[in-house]
């Protein structure tokens, strides 16, 4: 049996019919729109991964942005986390110069507003009367009328800003927001995941440039290459302009340059630091490290026209600590502003670390050397002492026990004055002019008889002679000094001794000069009877290759005791 259907419940004018179609209208319009919007994010995901970079990314979403709003122009600002600032990143139908240099703070401005609040603004018309619009002259934006901009998220974090903008007066209707924060957000998922591959493409490089640094300084590398190699590396992984290792040279108190990558003759050759001079000098001072934004406007920067001319801007100085001791400093220079994270800052300090380390080690390598050589140059000492002592001993009836003692002794002083300026200086070099001053000191001082006032004095040039050789020469110098006060000026209260050094390479001339008595004509010191001057002339011609004279001069009437050898 068929139902009944009461006609009376239908209205005439078919008005259910008319709600159902309507609602089919709006169902399929919305479909629509999501449809469209699927499409959009599949065709945003598919040029964001198609992107060789951040920059094409940008500018990818800058020009899809305004296609999708219909604007005339877009502009996409990206938030520095470390000056807090909006960085102008992309510009669409705009000056391109901008991009990189425009900065708003959080709060100025529309995008400024938005990146604080979050949330989206659409001015339809009259942009420019909103009380939150600045005008930026150089992206032509003073006259638009319209102006749309969504905030770019992810992970509740503010990554940047979206804008769009309309010389003439346009609609910005929900969906066509909608939109642009659904581009915003894959922009800002985009930045993110960049940003975070690039963090790790940055740790990894820095890993395996202190990985390297590690590795080569257990090898066999001379300390020189190893901190070259330090600042090397570091110049490369970091991106740095210049960068420098300056070792403390704790005698002089100052800071000299070790190591650079640098080619600059001006950088490389510019004068050494004192400790608490300029920011590298604070730094080594206080220990810790120091961080300029600009050196040519920082006034305790002591070369800030090196700086203009190499292109130099911000600076960090990390001091190299050994057991708490400061040893030297790291430096570092960019060519732009740069604020140094924390994460770049601990990378730093483990380089100049290894850095440390590897000073550290080639000292005990060199002290290591030096015992060895200390311990073979006292042997040797000490088998010239014997020869000497045998010699003397063989030579009977010149002298009392006690005379032939003090000169023994005085010898002995020489070889020991020698060995205290080795302590002192370098492995393998010793200054002429302070064996000279320190023989002088000791044994010219010693053989002075009370009241005898004999002037004496060390003049001419800077030389530096080997270990070996300075032995001898203190040797000589002891013997002539002696046997100039001894036989130049027995009987004289007053008189002149001068040591003269010159350096007429390739030979070295050492002159013993008095204004005592003068030494008797046709006197040839190779026949001579004194065991101080054989002494001499033996060391002179088989120990230093060289050859010794014994002349008065007529002219003034000054005896020249003269030893001349080669280098």
Not at 383 to 388: D, G, I, K
Not at 416 to 445: P, Y
Not at 457 to 473: F, I, Q, W
Request: net charge negative.
């Amino acid at each position: 049996m068929t139902p009944v259907t009461d006609r009376a419940d239908i209205p005439e004018n078919g008005a259910p019919r008319d709600k159902l179609e309507a609602r089919i209208a709006d169902l399929r319009a919305q479909l629509e729109e999501k449809t469209a919007e699927v499409e959009l994010l599949h065709e945003v995901t598919a040029g964001v991964a198609a992107a060789p970079d951040m920059a094409a990314m940008l500018q990818f979403i800058a020009e899809t942005a305004a296609r999708v709003s219909g604007t005339d122009s877009c502009s996409i600002y990206v938030f520095d986390q470390t000056k807090e600032t909006l960085v102008l990143r992309a510009v669409h139908d705009a000056p391109h110069g901008l991009v990189g240099r425009l900065r708003l703070r959080i709060g100025e401005g529309i995008t400024g507003w938005v990146a604080q609040e979050l949330l989206p603004v659409a001015l339809e018309r009259e942009a420019f009367n909103d009380p939150r619009f600045k005008a930026l002259p150089d992206l032509r934006d003073q006259h638009c009328q319209s102006f749309v901009s969504v905030p770019m998220v992810a992970q509740n974090e503010v990554i940047g800003v979206l804008n769009a903008k309309s010389r003439e007066p346009h609609d910005f209707p929900a969906r066509t927001v909608r939109l642009l924060q659904a581009v915003a957000g894959q922009a800002a998922a985009a930045v993110q995941g960049m940003r975070l591959q690039e963090s790790m493409t940055v740790k990894s490089t820095q890993l395996s440039a202190i990985s390297e640094v590690s590795k080569q300084i257990t090898s066999n590398l001379y300390l020189e290459e190893i901190l070259q190699l330090i600042v090397a590396m570091t110049a490369q992984t970091f991106h740095f302009k210049i960068c420098s290792i300056m070792l403390l040279d704790e005698e002089r108190g100052e800071l000299v340059i070790k190591a650079t990558q640098s080619k600059s003759r001006d950088y490389v050759s510019k004068p050494n630091l004192k400790v608490g001079e300029s920011i590298a000098g604070r730094a080594v001072q206080d220990a810790r490290i120091l961080t300029v934004t600009d050196v040519k406007r920082a006034p305790e920067y002591r070369f800030p026209d090196l700086a203009e001319k190499e292109g130099l801007c911000s600076m960090i100085c990390i001091p190299l600590m050994n057991r708490e001791r400061v040893i030297g400093v790291l430096n570092c220079y960019t060519e732009q502003p740069k604020v140094f994270s924390q994460e770049e800052i601990d990378s730093l300090q483990t380089m100049a670390a290894q850095a440390a380390i590897a000073i550290a080690n080639a000292r005990l390598l060199v002290r290591s050397a030096i015992i060895q050589e200390m311990h073979h140059r006292v042997k040797n000492s000490l088998q010239t002492v014997a020869s000497l002592l045998r010699i003397q001993m063989h030579r009977k009836g010149e002298g009392s026990p006690v005379e032939m003692l003090k000169e023994s002794i005085n010898r002995i002083i020489s070889i020991a004055a020698v060995h205290d300026l080795l302590s002192k200086e370098d492995l393998d070099q010793v200054s002429l002019r302070n064996v000279a001053e320190t023989i002088l000191s000791l044994t010219g001082h010693s053989l002075l008889h009370p009241g005898q006032q004999i002037r004496m004095r060390v003049e001419g040039d800077g030389v530096s002679l080997p270990s070996s050789k300075a032995t001898s020469v203190a040797l000589i110098l002891n013997e002539l000094v002696h046997n100039a006060l001894e036989h130049g000026f027995n009987g004289r209260e007053r008189g002149r001794l001068e040591i003269c050094l010159r350096n007429t390479l390739p030979q070295v001339i050492v002159d013993v000069i008095n204004d005592g008595e003068p030494v008797p004509e046709g006197f040839d010191p190779k026949r001579s009877d004194s065991l101080g001057l054989q002494i001499v002339d033996s060391l002179a011609v088989n120990d230093l290759g060289g050859r010794f004279t014994l002349r008065t001069d007529p002219t003034d009437g000054f005896t020249h005791a003269a030893v001349i050898f080669s280098l």
